[in-house]
């Protein structure tokens, strides 16, 4: 081959990565500090009795006052990390976003934190405080509803407070996803028009929504600077994750994995409260971190595996495109200038594509692509 179908990645994209990794990391393991020494030092404790002294002794006043403390603890001891991200994309060049634009961000993703943790945690308490012999699973059953819930009204009432979104506008893209649809046998209800460049020089496309919210939202940024082969390939991949339903499979995977998370603290609650006697029974709020210790120790253990189930998605996805445009030319074309654009790393290291990444490597994703086109030829 005459030329590599995958340009070298530059000394910036790796050293943007890391830094980026190593945000990440830090950002976890400050969370996950935060948690080990509220317990181990009892402050939890001292938490609960301040919350019930502000609440006059009311239970549920309490338990929504605890949470708001620990938000904002764990808020300002992040918030040197946040900021420090903020700087780096400015430093990278990836950012449209000026500080007070993201401080209101900031604030607004914070009372959200407050409005949704505050649901889950009311809902949570009432069920262990009704139910301490099964809460777990009743627990799990109403979290799942939550989340299948959530993943409808998302794309209508979560993205619009951080971004505009606009239905899109241009008839041959829209002729051309029909096309792609009725080839698929299926009908997306609707293509939107992202505007992403408010915040970042970032392209980014996603399929989102269950049921009459579905809908495909594809970034301005990349709209603006693709050929229409290009957006239609891109369009192409997304209706492959509409086709393989992997939202759905994603729920279900989240069913599978939060079963063994509230099995797991249920476990954990028992083993504090009866071997410990840290916690004076199972609805003892001051036991929140370590219901917060048991998820996140979960979900870091298992990120690998759903980082690979997500790269299978993603193959998936792109096997579709493949099938689908008439050359996978401009997929290999959109892919290479999505990495430059994204500051990606289209090769990063085996071991960090296997632990950190949940899309397959971009170099990977244009190799698959030249052997489907060999094959197929
Ligand atoms: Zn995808």
């Known amino acids: 081959m005459g030329s590599s179908p995958t340009p070298a ?25 935060l948690l080990v020494v509220l317990l181990a030092t009892g402050w939890t404790g001292t938490l609960r009795d301040l919350s019930y002294r502000a609440a006059f002794q009311n239970y549920s006043l309490a338990v929504f006052l605890y949470l708001v403390i620990l938000l904002a603890i764990s808020k300002f001891l992040s918030f040197g990390l946040d900021y420090y991200g903020f700087r780096l ?18 604030v607004k993703g914070f009372a959200l934190g407050i409005v949704l943790g505050g649901i889950a945690i009311e809902v949570l308490y009432f069920i262990l405080r009704q139910y ?10 109403v979290f799942m509803g939550l989340f299948v819930l959530m993943a409808q009204l998302a794309p209508v009432i979560l993205f619009p407070i951080f971004y505009k979104f606009e239905p899109l506008d241009d008839e041959d893209l829209k002729r051309r996803l029909i096309v792609l649809g009725e080839r698929a046998g299926t009908r997306i209800r609707g293509v939107y028009r992202w505007r992403l460049s408010e915040k970042t020089k970032k392209a980014n496309a996603a399929l989102a929504g269950l049921g009459s919210t579905r809908r ?28 393989h339903r992997h939202i759905l499979k994603s729920i279900a995977m989240q069913a599978a994995t939060s079963f063994i998370g509230f099995w797991a603290a249920n476990l954990a609650l028992h083993y504090a409260a009866e071997r410990l006697h840290v916690f004076e029974s199972l609805s003892d709020f001051a036991n929140l971190p370590l219901l917060a210790l048991v998820f996140t120790v979960l979900g870091f253990l298992l990120m690998p ?4 189930y997500s790269r299978y998605n993603e193959r998936q996805a792109d096997r579709y495109a493949f099938e689908s445009i008439a050359s996978v030319e401009p997929f290999i074309s959109s892919m290479n200038k999505l990495a ?7 090769t990063p290291s085996r071991l960090v594509e296997i632990l950190f990444h949940s899309h397959p490597a971009i170099s990977r994703r244009v190799e698959a692509a030249l052997a489907w086109e060999r094959k197929s030829a």
């Open 216 to 243: 495909i939202i594809l970034a301005d940024t990349l709209l603006d600077n693709y050929s229409h082969e290009e957006i239609e390939a891109v369009l192409a991949h997304e209706l492959g994750h509409h086709v």
């Open 89 to 106: 994309e400015h430093k990278y060049q990836l950012s449209n976003q000026k500080l007070r634009p993201w401080l209101f961000d900031e």
């Open 305 to 308: 595996a759903l980082n690979a």
């Open 132 to 141: 301490p012999e099964h809460w777990w699973l009743i627990a799990w059953g």
């Open 9 to 33: 990645d530059s000394p910036g994209a790796a050293h943007y990565n890391r830094l980026q990794r190593w945000l990440g990391i830090a950002d976890f393991a400050l969370g996950l500090a």
């Open 340 to 346: 430059g654009q994204n500051l990606a790393e289209r």
